[in-house]
């Protein structure tokens, strides 16, 4: 069973960058994609980012295209998210997933998950 493992998250102020990380172990040739996603207090869960071990294909939130990158190192099973320009509404704890599956409604199938990583942005 694949497991993962992120990090990276932080406190930082209002336009500020991080990078968070994501290993991942127990590959499997079923697993062709990994995502992010993020969860505040009182909000629902929100699918920020994902991609295609191959990379041929992402997805990006509204939220955060143009703003976030996701990027993947297939050979040594890490997938990264690259965040700039932070703003405040960005706080939440961080999850990284493999295979998130988009379902026909705009909602998501996300089945295992990380211990999650708090991101921070200050005002």
């Known amino acids: 069973q694949v497991q993962v493992a992120d990090s990276g998250g932080g406190l930082v102020q209002t336009g500020g960058s991080l990078r968070l990380s994501c290993g991942v172990s127990?590959?499997?040739?079923?697993?062709?994609?990994m995502g992010w996603f993020r969860q505040a207090p009182g909000k629902e869960r929100e699918v920020v980012a994902a991609?295609?071990?191959?990379?041929?294909?992402?997805y990006y939130a509204d939220t955060v295209k143009g703003r976030f990158t996701i990027s993947g190192d297939d050979a040594n099973n890490m997938m990264y998210l690259q965040m700039n320009s932070l703003r405040p509404e960005d706080t939440a704890t961080y999850y990284c997933t493999p295979d998130p599956e988009r379902l026909a409604g705009g909602g998501w199938r996300l089945k295992i998950w990380g211990q999650g990583t708090l991101v921070a942005v200050s005002s």
């Open positions: 127990g590959r499997t040739s079923s697993n062709i994609a």
């Open positions: 991609l295609t071990w191959n990379g041929l294909n992402t």
